[in-house]
């Protein structure tokens, strides 16, 4: 067919010839079967079938009939999908030259024939449907989809439309009518929602409509579902929760620990321990056992002899031996005023595992104006988590003048210091005491976080000039934690590897 004739399918079947040859495939249009490609009286070139005779394939009788494959009365041809009008050679192609997609017509429909148009359709109306529905969902009564939440939809919508609707922060009733309604509510996005979804529809719902007062209620602790913004909502009321509440909390709070404990207790001891015993290593081994030869040659390569190809060692470094007592002193110093509260929970629970290495002194300080000392309860996290009293205003010099009065040996101390660094008093005297301690050999390191929220908010005049002074201050996530105290710790002295400022 000429490059210049309208490239229809239509065109192509009627450009071949009527009784002769196709060149490409050798079919005819002599007839057609309707079993697609089959020949009626051509001779195919491919095939070398007769126009009545048998087949060279066994199985065709004298009327062309293929017991295999349903060939045609005249001729078949082997390969499967070729047109009866000379279409295109490749397979696959319709009587038309239309694709060989089921559902195609003789006539070459294009690339959909009825059934296959039908079924496009269909997608697609489905697919826009199911679009119109997300949006429904997502944006609730006043979408304007014309989508009317059905069955689990129905439910999915009035939980969501009783925190996030119109009339959700105005009215009287709804959830803030009374803990049995909120307590099917929390049944509900429990039922219909994954659990982080669920996490955050309840810290919407304590910020937005105030519920916070009905966590007082026993039955309404067992309805939700525990995390770390919860565990600060219950800290925070820990002074007016009722004696009938307070085991609730603490089995909430308890079950919170145990899932943060799982996540991260054994990687902050083996971190640990691995520091300790990396910043332990003998300088004048005994015995040859006794010596670490990979890092004793990383040690002498300046002394090699290329003539001799060897190393000579001018001095051995020893494995670390298991130091009795303890090695390391960590100061947890702790902001626990209002906005810090998921940074308590994290700093109480990895605080109390610090504890528990026995070559760690672990204190814990918790501060706002005045200065809590909770070293004596980390034998027990949730005894530091309601210990601390979330709320009030930062004095960071007071805190870090507690610190710095326990402090027996500089140079084998790590201070951390978790705070927004929005201090409430003298800012100059704060920034003096830093710079002391950093001076004295201490391991300063100011933490605007520990938590999973993202990018926090902090006095960015505060964080430079503690930059500027040395101290490293940054951001960290709980799963950070674990690498970080085992720089700092294995650094040892204050102005010594490890962390960089």
């Not at 927004?420 to 933490?447: F, K, T």
Request: include cysteine; glycine fraction near 12%.
């Amino acid at each position: 067919m000429n490059d210049e004739t309208a490239p229809t399918a239509r065109d192509t079947a009627l450009s071949q010839d009527a009784h002769g040859d196709d060149a490409n495939a050798g079919a005819s249009t002599a007839g057609t079967d309707a079993n697609p490609g089959m020949t009626a009286a051509g001779t195919d070139a491919n095939v070398g079938m007769t126009p009545a005779g048998t087949d060279a394939n066994p199985g065709m009788t004298a009327a062309g009939t293929d017991a295999n494959a349903g060939m045609t009365p005249a001729g078949t041809d082997a390969n499967a999908g070729m047109t009866a009008a000379g279409a295109d050679a490749n397979p696959g192609m319709t009587a038309a030259g239309a694709d060989a997609n089921p559902g195609m017509t003789a006539a070459g429909a294009g690339a959909a024939g009825p059934e296959g148009a039908g079924d496009a359709a269909a997608a697609g109306a489905a697919g826009e449907v199911e679009r119109r529905r997300r949006w429904r969902m997502v944006l609730g009564e006043g979408a304007g989809t014309g989508v009317v939440p059905q069955g689990a939809d129905k439910k999915m919508d009035a939980a969501l439309e009783a925190l996030y609707g119109e009339k959700a922060g105005k009215r009287r009733g709804g959830l803030q009518e009374s803990a049995p309604q909120v307590a099917r509510w929390l049944g509900d996005i429990r039922e219909y929602f994954p659990g982080p979804v669920v996490r955050v529809l309840q810290q919407d719902a304590i910020e937005r409509l105030d519920l916070g007062r009905l966590l007082l209620e026993p039955e309404m602790l067992e309805a939700v579902e525990p995390d770390v913004h919860l565990v600060g909502v219950l800290l925070s009321l820990g002074s007016v929760l009722p004696e009938r509440a307070r085991e609730t909390a603490r089995a909430v709070v308890r079950q919170v620990v145990r899932q943060v404990e799982e996540r991260l207790e054994q990687r902050l001891r083996s971190a640990v321990r691995g520091a300790l015993e990396r910043s332990a290593r003998e300088r004048r081994p005994r015995r040859q056992a006794d010596v670490d030869w990979r890092r004793t040659v990383h040690a002498n390569l300046r002394t090699y002899l290329p003539e001799r190809r060897t190393v000579v060692p001018e001095r051995l470094v020893g494995f670390g031996r298991a130091a009795r007592g303890v090695r390391r002193d960590v100061i947890l110093c702790v902001d626990q005023s209002g906005s810090m509260a998921p940074s308590v929970v994290y700093a109480g629970i990895l605080g109390a595992a610090l504890a528990s290495v026995p070559a760690l002194r672990t204190s814990f300080v918790a501060f706002d104006t005045a200065v809590a000392d909770l070293s004596g309860r980390l034998h027990d996290p949730v005894e530091v988590l309601f210990g601390t009293q979330l709320g009030g205003g930062t004095d960071i010099n007071r805190a870090l003048a507690y610190c710095q009065s326990l402090v027996s040996r500089p140079s084998e101390t790590v201070v951390v210091l978790i705070s927004d660094l929005y201090e409430g008093g003298p800012r100059e005297e704060m920034l003096r005491r830093a710079a002391a301690l950093h001076r004295s050999g201490v391991r300063l390191i100011a933490l605007l976080a520990l938590s999973d929220d993202g990018a926090p908010a902090y006095d960015h005049e505060n964080a430079a000039a503690l930059t500027a002074l040395g101290v490293p201050v940054f951001a960290c996530t709980p799963d950070r934690f674990p690498d970080l105290i085992a720089a700092a710790l294995e650094g040892g002295t204050g102005r010594g590897g490890g962390l960089a400022p």
